[in-house]
């Protein structure tokens, strides 16, 4: 196909030199992405006995030939190397289409497959719950599961750090802050100045990868946990977002040690990420929703009361009934009642969604009412008005 390619290319060329007059339609510079539909165009096969490859791909030659009324094909035969990942992928939907590239920088080919993968529906029969996540900066977050059994026992309870990032995030800062330290020295060699640039710009560049790298791993784990519950229950994710924190920490108002710690966190792309990856497994949108999260910190999760108080950060004091708990817990206890409270004493039709800005009805909660009746028995004060979780 390539040497076709290049053929024409060479056709092409020779004849603008003898013609010397500008070409209408200039050769393309990339080879085109052309999607071949599966059982018409290509086949996938896989043998194991084979010695040169496990999977093979026969592509339809393009060109149809007429013999005796009978049309005949010729078939290409690519040998594919696949890594346990790919076939793991190829095993997962059933293939609808493909597409051949070729990647001049590597020099390789590539063939791109595109599945259909129909994921299980959910069954009604599960019992109804939400889990709350409250997203914390030396915590990574913070979830708690609420059921209809009411209590929440320490398995529905999850913290999850990263200590690898907190790890590596130090030791670029402190390497990033001395080679600054450096460059603002007024007696520095112009040679020097241009080797330090360069060597802060690599060490940026790093640092974003690494940043990157341990978000990805710490939302997997995340979505594992989801959709490991998701098993168990008809499961609605409730993310508290940080509306307007950084408004509120600008200069002179706070701490700048509290100031700088929350100017670099990312809570939006790892909710963005979470929506993301759990949409993989065909999750409806209004299943993960990210709500505003103020107030949910110095209230009650047992009594509803304001009459709290922090004496440190991770500690939690209710003076009204004397519940005492991790501050970030009773967040996320607070966070999933508050998409309860939404629902079931609606001030709008409609909630909506913080980061993506959607309005889901009210009629798409319908799991609800079963949740309801455990409310009305046991978490009675969110229900009574001027009590309970501030909208
Ligand atoms: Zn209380």
Known sequence: MQECRENAVAIYHSQQANNSAPAKNPPLKKIPRTQLSHG????LTCSPSNSIARWWVGIRDSLDTKKNDNYKHEKLWLPLACSPYHEHKLHQGKTQALEVLYYPKKKEWWVHFILLHVPDKYASSRPPAVLG???GINKRAVSALLTPK????RHEIRFWSDKTRKKLQKEKE???????KILAKPSLSVSKRDSLLYQLKSLRKRQRTEHKLTDHTYVNRLVKY???????YDLYVVVGFPLHIRKSHFRGNLHPYSRKKVHKWNYRKVVELLKFKLSL??????RILSIGESGTSSCCSRCGSYHTARPNQPTF?????????NADLNGAKNIAKRLIKYVLQPKYSSIKDQVSGK???LSSFRVFPVLSQWLRTKQSHLLTPGAGVRA
Request: glycine letters at 10%.
């Open 317 to 325: 004091i209710c003076h009204t009934c004397g519940y005492n708990l």
């Open 174 to 180: 402190r390497k990033i802050a001395k080679s600054q």
């Open 281 to 286: 497994h065909g999750w409806e949108e209004y």
């Open 133 to 135: 996540i409250d997203l």
């Open 40 to 43: 018409k165009r290509f086949i």
């Open 150 to 153: 009411g209590t929440i026992n």
């Open 359 to 361: 309005f889901f009805p």
């Open 226 to 232: 989801i959709l490991s519950v998701g098993k168990r």
